[in-house]
């Protein structure tokens, strides 16, 4: 019992060792701090979070009530103020259609007054101004729709009135021509007696009696009386004050008795139906319910209460805008309320903060006078260690004491050092060898480089032997050629002399044999011009041969067209010459414009020599490939030679089909000894001392290439070196 009780005990105190053996450690005081400061800041926190809890919730009551309740009170006094100016262009509609469109812009506006007065109530559906604003609000679109029915139903009046006033005219002039004629009659049978003209005259007592007096008398005020009251109804339609109105009612109506007390007391009235009829109709036109005088009163009420109920809207709105001060005021000063809860929040907050701050200010520098300086010349002097030993002070060892992270680091780098100059030792063995390596690659480069110029410097050295030898053998075969030239022209002329001598002879022949000699002789003199022909062809080929071994010459006119045909054709057979499978088909475009001009013909032939030979080459090499790719023979070889003059100059193309040059050596091609083929086959030098030929001759070489299908090289040439026309 007492060896367990012991092993406890041991491991207890060994635990208890550890934990004060640790407080040493950089690691624990960092979290001690830390933890300490981290306390700090939760306090902080804390503090913050109530101070800020509190600012939300009086911006909340700012941002969630007042400011939304101040916005739509604006905005409902706002609309309110955009119908009643609606308002009045509804009732100052002309024309129907004018009123259709002032009562779409009034629906939508309304539209919108409605949904904003929604949305307040939404907010605060209990409070009071609230109710009010609703209230006046819906006697607003109460006067709005009476508005719109008052002026709907003004112009139906209008109408009435407008067919009325109509036919006041018409109905004037039907009564002006019943009463006109007959009180002239009258008139006229009082004076004279005279019923008409085609009777007797009455004797003068009976038409200047009483009753006939009386008669004219009567359908004189018939006639006034019917304009007095047409002259009532014309001015009924145009009289703006009710009160004006009824009077004229009254005058008219007496009007309207007269005539009827007149009609009356005539015996024989004239066209009494229609009289009787037009009087009656005048009577109605004054006196009804649908007649002059009521529609009138009707309309000047009409617009008398439309002007009462825009003088209520414009009321309205300054109710609705007084409630929407009222709404601001009580929204500011609950806006102040929670702007001082804020306010109060955020001293108690600020004074909390502060102390906080004030203690962690406190905290810090105490650790950083004690713990943080101490740590850090010991790091710094570690540091410096550091740096000598990066300098390559590799030799003095470090000071290792205490016992925490700063001391197990100076250990570690102690090590380092150590390791560090057994490196130092493996890695100059090492750079030794690499620079040894470094240098036999160097070595086997400029080997490689070596015999790549000796291949090149060999095949240099048979390409003059060729020359030397081209030249010599075009020299033995220049004087067979001239024997075989000279030789067929002295046949030519012989065998011109035997055919005269059979023509001046005596006859003995007969006609078959002299047939038979004729045609002996022509078919000599046809094979002597062919061999003369040939022969001067191989000649003139022998003589560019020797002119090109010789190297340049002097300028002298040449004719371009003739240069590149002939150099065109050497190429060609030469291709020939050297692969029996070789085959061209040439196009050739040569400009009659051409003039000549003055060129080192035998330097301008190789450019176009060498051209030439590319492009055979080019061609060949694409057939060689397409045939053992497995192509149906479709491809042609093409070669297209021509020549133009320009404005500025005089252009030789040289296009081919063999494929072009790919876009990564296009801007090679020019560089001496610059090559695609084996060094057994090419130089490098042929497009290089081309171009330096067409510099020479003042004028430039363009390439135009398509990758994969063609090659086209222009050389052009300035027109100051044409030949002048003498």
Same mark, same amino acid.
């Given at each position: 019992?007492?060896?367990?009780?012991?092993?406890?005990?041991?491991?207890?105190?060994?635990?208890?060792?550890?934990?004060?053996?640790?407080?040493?450690?950089?690691?624990?005081?960092?979290?001690?701090?830390?933890?300490?400061?981290?306390?700090?800041?939760?306090?902080?926190?804390?503090?913050?979070?109530?101070?800020?809890?509190?600012?939300?919730?009086?911006?909340?009551?700012?941002?969630?009530?007042?400011?939304?309740?101040?916005?739509?009170?604006?905005?409902?006094?706002?609309?309110?103020?955009?119908?009643?100016?609606?308002?009045?262009?509804?009732?100052?509609?002309?024309?129907?259609?004018?009123?259709?469109?002032?009562?779409?812009?009034?629906?939508?506006?309304?539209?919108?007054?409605?949904?904003?007065?929604?949305?307040?109530?939404?907010?605060?559906?209990?409070?009071?101004?609230?109710?009010?604003?609703?209230?006046?609000?819906?006697?607003?679109?109460?006067?709005?729709?009476?508005?719109?029915?008052?002026?709907?139903?003004?112009?139906?009046?209008?109408?009435?009135?407008?067919?009325?006033?109509?036919?006041?005219?018409?109905?004037?002039?039907?009564?002006?021509?019943?009463?006109?004629?007959?009180?002239?009659?009258?008139?006229?049978?009082?004076?004279?007696?005279?019923?008409?003209?085609?009777?007797?005259?009455?004797?003068?007592?009976?038409?200047?009696?009483?009753?006939?007096?009386?008669?004219?008398?009567?359908?004189?005020?018939?006639?006034?009386?019917?304009?007095?009251?047409?002259?009532?109804?014309?001015?009924?339609?145009?009289?703006?004050?009710?009160?004006?109105?009824?009077?004229?009612?009254?005058?008219?109506?007496?009007?309207?008795?007269?005539?009827?007390?007149?009609?009356?007391?005539?015996?024989?009235?004239?066209?009494?139906?229609?009289?009787?009829?037009?009087?009656?109709?005048?009577?109605? %036109?004054?006196? *009804?319910?649908?007649?002059?005088?009521? #529609?009138? $009163? !009707?309309?000047?009420? /009409?617009?008398?209460?439309? =002007? &009462?109920?825009?003088?209520?809207?414009?009321?309205?709105?300054?109710?609705?805008?007084?409630?929407?001060?009222?709404?601001?005021?009580?929204?500011?000063?609950?806006?102040?309320?929670?702007?001082?809860?804020?306010?109060?929040?955020?001293?108690?907050?600020?004074?909390?903060?502060?102390?906080?701050?004030?203690?962690?200010?406190?905290?810090? %520098?105490?650790? *950083?006078?004690?713990?943080?300086?101490? #740590?850090? $010349? !010991?790091?710094?002097? /570690?540091?410096?260690?550091? =740096? &000598?030993?990066?300098?390559?002070?590799?030799?003095?060892?470090?000071?290792?004491?205490?016992?925490?992270?700063?001391?197990?680091?100076?250990?570690?780098?102690?090590?380092?050092?150590?390791?560090?100059?057994?490196?130092?030792?493996?890695?100059?063995?090492?750079?030794?060898?690499?620079?040894?390596?470094?240098?036999?690659?160097?070595?086997?480069?400029?080997?490689?480089?070596?015999?790549?110029?000796?291949?090149?410097?060999?095949?240099?050295?048979?390409?003059?032997?060729?020359?030397?030898?081209?030249?010599?053998?075009?020299?033995?075969?220049?004087?067979?050629?001239?024997?075989?030239?000279?030789?067929?022209?002295?046949?030519?002329?012989?065998?011109?002399?035997?055919?005269?001598?059979?023509?001046?002879?005596?006859?003995?022949?007969?006609?078959?044999?002299?047939?038979?000699?004729?045609?002996?002789?022509?078919?000599?003199?046809?094979?002597?011009?062919?061999?003369?022909?040939?022969?001067?062809?191989?000649?003139?080929?022998?003589?560019?041969?020797?002119?090109?071994?010789?190297?340049?010459?002097?300028?002298?006119?040449?004719?371009?067209?003739?240069?590149?045909?002939?150099?065109?054709?050497?190429?060609?057979?030469?291709?020939?010459?050297?692969?029996?499978?070789?085959?061209?088909?040439?196009?050739?475009?040569?400009?009659?414009?051409?003039?000549?001009?003055?060129?080192?013909?035998?330097?301008?032939?190789?450019?176009?020599?060498?051209?030439?030979?590319?492009?055979?080459?080019?061609?060949?090499?694409?057939?060689?490939?397409?045939?053992?790719?497995?192509?149906?023979?479709?491809?042609?070889?093409?070669?297209?030679?021509?020549?133009?003059?320009?404005?500025?100059?005089?252009?030789?193309?040289?296009?081919?089909?063999?494929?072009?040059?790919?876009?990564?050596?296009?801007?090679?091609?020019?560089?001496?000894?610059?090559?695609?083929?084996?060094?057994?086959?090419?130089?490098?030098?042929?497009?290089?001392?081309?171009?330096?030929?067409?510099?020479?001759?003042?004028?430039?070489?363009?390439?135009?290439?398509?990758?994969?299908?063609?090659?086209?090289?222009?050389?052009?040439?300035?027109?100051?070196?044409?030949?002048?026309?003498?």
């Amino acid at each position: 019992m007492n060896t367990g009780g012991d092993n406890g005990n041991g491991a207890l105190k060994s635990r208890i060792a550890q934990i004060l053996e640790k407080r040493h450690k950089i690691s624990v005081r960092m979290y001690m701090g830390i933890s300490a400061a981290l306390l700090l800041f939760v306090l902080a926190s804390v503090n913050s979070w109530f101070a800020f809890n509190t600012v939300a919730d009086a911006q909340r009551g700012v941002v969630d009530r007042s400011l939304p309740q101040i916005t739509g009170a604006f905005a409902v006094a706002e609309q309110s103020r955009t119908l009643v100016a609606a308002a009045p262009r509804l009732a100052a509609a002309g024309t129907l259609e004018e009123l259709e469109n002032v009562r779409t812009s009034v629906a939508s506006n309304r539209q919108i007054f409605e949904s904003r007065i929604d949305a307040l109530e939404a907010q605060a559906s209990d409070d009071p101004v609230i109710q009010r604003m609703r209230d006046r609000a819906g006697a607003l679109l109460t006067n709005i729709e009476q508005l719109d029915r008052s002026v709907e139903e003004r112009f139906l009046i209008a109408d009435q009135a407008g067919r009325l006033q109509q036919e006041i005219p018409v109905l004037h002039e039907r009564l002006q021509r019943l009463l006109g004629p007959a009180i002239d009659d009258q008139y006229f049978f009082t004076v004279t007696g005279y019923r008409d003209l085609d009777s007797e005259p009455v004797p003068r007592e009976q038409h200047i009696s009483e009753g006939e007096l009386a008669r004219y008398r009567r359908l004189a005020d018939l006639k006034v009386n019917v304009d007095n009251a047409v002259q009532l109804l014309d001015r009924a339609f145009i009289v703006g004050d009710p009160q004006l109105l009824e009077p004229l009612l009254e005058s008219f109506e007496s009007a309207s008795e007269a005539i009827t007390r007149n009609l009356a007391a005539l015996r024989d009235p004239p066209e009494p139906a229609e009289l009787m009829s037009a009087t009656e109709r005048l009577h109605e %036109l004054g006196s *009804g319910r649908e007649a002059a005088f009521a #529609l009138r $009163r !009707r309309e000047l009420d /009409l617009a008398a209460q439309e =002007r &009462r109920l825009l003088a209520d809207n414009r009321t309205l709105e300054i109710e609705l805008g007084a409630e929407a001060e009222s709404m601001v005021s009580g929204a500011r000063d609950s806006a102040r309320e929670s702007t001082d809860i804020a306010n109060e929040a955020i001293d108690t907050g600020q004074v909390l903060l502060l102390s906080v701050t004030g203690v962690a200010i406190i905290a810090a %520098l105490l650790m *950083g006078s004690i713990f943080i300086g101490s #740590l850090l $010349r !010991r790091l710094e002097g /570690l540091s410096s260690r550091m =740096r &000598r030993m990066a300098a390559g002070d590799l030799k003095t060892r470090v000071d290792v004491s205490g016992r925490d992270e700063v001391a197990d680091m100076a250990a570690a780098l102690e090590v380092f050092r150590e390791a560090s100059l057994k490196a130092q030792r493996l890695d100059l063995v090492e750079r030794m060898a690499q620079e040894l390596r470094d240098k036999n690659e160097e070595l086997e480069q400029v080997l490689e480089d070596l015999k790549r110029a000796q291949d090149q410097i060999v095949m240099r050295e048979k390409l003059a032997e060729l020359g030397e030898l081209t030249a010599g053998v075009a020299h033995e075969i220049q004087n067979p050629l001239n024997f075989v030239k000279n030789f067929s022209e002295v046949s030519s002329e012989l065998v011109v002399e035997l055919k005269e001598v059979f023509d001046e002879g005596d006859g003995s022949l007969s006609e078959d044999d002299r047939g038979l000699v004729d045609e002996i002789c022509g078919d000599l003199g046809s094979n002597l011009e062919r061999i003369t022909h040939h022969g001067l062809r191989a000649n003139r080929i022998v003589r560019d041969m020797l002119k090109m071994g010789r190297g340049s010459g002097d300028s002298q006119p040449t004719d371009i067209n003739a240069l590149l045909e002939e150099h065109a054709r050497l190429a060609y057979h030469s291709a020939r010459a050297s692969d029996t499978d070789f085959n061209l088909t040439i196009e050739e475009e040569y400009s009659p414009e051409m003039r000549e001009l003055n060129v080192v013909p035998q330097d301008l032939g190789r450019v176009f020599l060498n051209m030439v030979t590319n492009a055979c080459h080019a061609t060949h090499d694409r057939r060689v490939r397409e045939n053992a790719a497995g192509g149906n023979g479709a491809y042609e070889p093409l070669l297209k030679l021509s020549t133009r003059r320009t404005s500025d100059g005089v252009e030789v193309a040289i296009q081919d089909n063999g494929g072009g040059i790919p876009d990564d050596i296009i801007g090679k091609i020019f560089n001496p000894f610059f090559t695609t083929k084996p060094t057994d086959q090419g130089t490098g030098l042929g497009l290089a001392l081309s171009n330096d030929i067409v510099r020479q001759h003042g004028g430039e070489i363009a390439v135009d290439t398509e990758p994969g299908e063609s090659t086209r090289m222009v050389v052009r040439l300035p027109l100051s070196l044409e030949v002048e026309d003498s």
